[in-house]
């Protein structure tokens, strides 16, 4: 009997381990889902958080009327969770892939959006009173068998943990272990497990959709071993009368059906993992070709998704975009041509990658010597276009990226071979994969020119790049006559971003700029386009654009000839953002 009390408890302690990492990283999930979805990391994390941990509240207090049936309860505990926590991901997906009328209240979407995260929270609550319950019925024997290898071990930790909290503590003597205790311990080690599983492996390697049912199939396969360990009648069943004395499919009828309904759910979600690269690229395909699609008017462009990856620190998608409307195509020449996003912002088309490194990189260049011993740093550019155009040049570069694997995809990919021709072999390029705001405070080495080639402010992520702190470094980093050259939103379309991250840069130590656009006919309609925004920051005054220096600049000179240094300005009322003070204005909803 020893022996059959000691591998239950070993397996209940094993499936607390189990169901609490579930747990924890749903948590996750829904919360990156949400950011991916709304945007804003911090505020849907901590939505999130509270929501969960008020579900697992409420149905940690409801637990006590599960009491009547202890075993098959949690078994239908964790048949429900595997069922509901996909189903809840897939609604906050459709909730963002579908058109939603006017008419419908914006804050009830918003609780559509956060039902799964409460509903999976209050069935958690349930587990670990029931698996608590369960192991005080089995632990009496295994306690009392010092025998049992199983005890023993667990004795001699307690033991340890003891005499660590006599030196703090009153400890009292060495008592038999409460059920509690015991599957609470293996509750945080589960916790903690599932979050650095998730952060680690499953959403880098695998992403969101495919982790969602490894969860899922995690918890269907720990009711089926729950079911076959505790389902069928044992000799010892009359001494612990709160376990099952008869198999689950016996019970009565409803749980036969469950027990049917968890082997399919079990053979789906398998299924489901051995399939999950082309299951991910499915349903995140739809979906985004449907988010992408809408942000043209009448639905005018068709979009096909051809690639997708997941790096430790972004999304990107590479996809065709095809003109479908009436009348002539006023984005591009043609009627097709391919693009890239980073998360849910566009970075690159065809039609206007070249012309965009315009403004980068040639029109900060007519300030500079074409030689060698003009310095460049550039922070982002994985994709080695800004480092082609540099190259033209003679310069020398540093290049600062975070992502080595966006990096290596680049290079070999001939959507972008097209556009930096294997500029990363450049002789006088010197790349460090890094973050860029700790490469800047570990370096001493100044610079002519830095160029910003990194994604928008679009989640908190990226604050740092967008603060006070990081500009400040940048300021320290400028040659006597050194620049700072960016892209930027439009202060019409993101007026509150705008001013924040003018304030931002004021105040790090700028006290001049040069705003100016990108031009080109990109559909070829005779009419020179305004393609992107871009300014260069100094800490004081500097000379006019030279367009004797690029033949970019010399080519459009009536429209730089304008172009003036100015005083950056400054915005009352508007908080700068701060690393430790952030002023989320600054991030822009895509």
Request: hydrophobic content about 40%; some cysteine; aromatic content about 12%.
């Amino acid at each position: 009997m020893q022996t059959t009390t000691d591998s239950r408890a070993l397996v209940l302690l094993v499936i607390t381990f189990v169901v609490s990492f579930c747990s924890f990283a749903y948590e996750f999930v829904y919360s990156e889902l949400l950011t991916v979805m709304y945007g804003g990391t911090v505020t849907q994390y901590v939505i999130t958080v509270g929501l969960y941990f008020f579900s697992l509240g409420v149905g940690s207090a409801l637990s006590d009327d599960l009491s009547a049936d202890l075993p098959s309860n949690f078994f239908r505990t964790e048949v429900y969770l595997a069922a509901v926590a996909p189903a809840g991901f897939m609604l906050i997906v459709l909730l963002n892939s579908i058109t939603i009328p006017a008419w419908v209240p914006y804050g009830l979407i918003w609780v559509l959006a956060r039902l799964p995260v409460i509903v999976v929270g209050f069935l958690s609550g349930f587990e670990l009173p029931l698996l608590t319950r369960m192991v005080d019925a089995v632990d009496a024997d295994s306690i009392a068998d010092k025998r049992s290898p199983f005890a023993a071990l667990f004795d001699r930790l307690f033991a340890l943990g003891r005499w660590c909290l006599s030196g703090l503590w009153h400890t009292g003597t060495a008592e038999p272990r409460s059920g509690l205790s015991i599957v609470l311990a293996m509750d945080y080690i589960g916790g903690l497990a599932g979050a650095v599983i998730y952060a680690r492996v499953l959403y880098p390697r695998l992403g969101l959709v495919p982790t969602i049912f490894v969860l899922a199939l995690l918890n269907a396969a720990t009711a089926l071993v729950f079911a076959i360990r505790f389902g069928t009648q044992r000799s010892d069943s009359h001494a612990h009368p709160s376990l099952p004395s008869s198999s689950f499919t016996s019970v009565r009828h409803e749980s036969r059906v469950l027990l049917v309904v968890c082997l399919l759910l079990t053979a789906g979600y398998a299924g489901a993992v051995v399939q999950h690269e082309r299951l991910d690229h499915q349903i995140t395909a739809l979906y985004l070709e449907q988010q992408y699609e809408s942000e043209y008017p009448n639905q005018a462009m068709d979009i096909e998704i051809t690639h997708q990856e997941t790096t430790k620190y972004q999304h990107l998608v590479r996809y065709q975009r095809t003109w479908t409307g009436a009348g002539s195509n006023p984005y591009f020449t043609g009627t097709t041509e391919q693009c890239l996003r980073l998360g849910m912002a566009v970075q690159l088309c065809d039609s206007w990658a070249d012309s965009y490194h315009n403004g980068l990189v040639d029109v900060p260049m007519s300030l500079y010597e074409h030689a060698p011993e003009t310095e460049v740093l550039v922070i982002g550019g994985g994709d080695w276009i800004a480092i082609d155009h540099l190259k033209a040049y003679n310069v020398s570069v540093d290049q600062v990226d975070i992502d080595p694997q966006f990096m290596q995809h680049t290079k070999r990919t001939p959507f972008f071979r097209a556009h930096h021709d294997d500029a990363y072999t450049y002789s006088r390029l010197n790349t460090t994969v890094a973050d860029g705001y700790s490469h800047l405070q570990q370096t001493n080495r100044t610079y002519d020119l830095i160029l910003l080639d990194i994604p928008g402010a679009t989640d908190d992520d990226l604050l740092k790049l967008y603060s006070k702190e990081f500009f400040q470094q940048l300021r320290t980093h400028l040659e006597a006559d050194g620049v700072v050259g960016a892209w930027a939103y439009s202060s019409y379309a993101y007026p509150q971003h705008h001013k924040a991250y003018v304030n931002t840069v004021r105040a790090a130590g700028f006290s001049q700029w040069l705003p100016y656009y990108a031009f080109e006919d990109i559909d070829t309609d005779g009419k020179t386009e305004r393609i992107e925004r871009f300014h260069l920051l100094a800490p004081g005054n500097r000379p006019p654009l030279n367009s004797d220096r690029t033949a970019y600049v010399r080519q459009y000179s009536e429209r730089y000839e304008t172009v003036r240094w100015r005083s950056v300005p400054r915005y009352s009322g508007v908080r700068v953002n701060s690393i430790f003070h952030p002023n989320y204005d600054i991030i822009i909803d895509t």
